[in-house]
């Protein structure tokens, strides 16, 4: 059984910094690939950062590119997003999941979710 538990989200003001953190459980993750998404009240879950299996190949949705960075420690069984300069659009509930195939969506097991709230 998989199991992702995120967490770090919080309240910050705009221009400030979070970290997330997300634990994995199961040895096979480690050989996944790991992403982040993001889900907005009245929006729809989308995609903000991936990382491959090896953490060598890293993707980043535009609206966040410059500003955020997702980096993993497979010795922890830990995926992170470093999230800087942070915009009151950035605010919503974040998930991490494992990556089960090459399609945006080849997603299945996910978190319970931090939230990140911004002010402005």
């Known amino acids: 059984q998989v199991q992702l538990v995120e967490s770090g989200g919080g309240l910050v003001q705009a221009g400030g910094s979070l970290r997330l953190s997300c634990v994995a459980s199961g040895s096979a993750l480690r050989t996944s690939d790991l992403g982040w998404f993001r889900q907005a009240p009245g929006k729809e879950r989308e995609f903000v950062a991936r990382?491959?299996?090896?953490?060598?190949?890293?993707a980043y949705a535009d609206s966040v590119k410059g500003r955020f960075t997702i980096s993993r420690d497979n010795a922890k069984n830990a995926l992170y997003l470093q999230m800087n300069n942070l915009k009151p659009e950035d605010t919503a509930v974040y998930y991490c999941?494992?990556?089960?195939?090459?399609?945006?969506?080849?997603?299945?097991?996910w978190g319970p979710g931090t939230q990140v709230t911004v002010s402005s």
């Open positions: 990382i491959t299996s090896s953490g060598a190949v890293t």
């Open positions: 999941g494992r990556r089960y195939g090459t399609g945006p969506r080849d997603y299945d097991y």
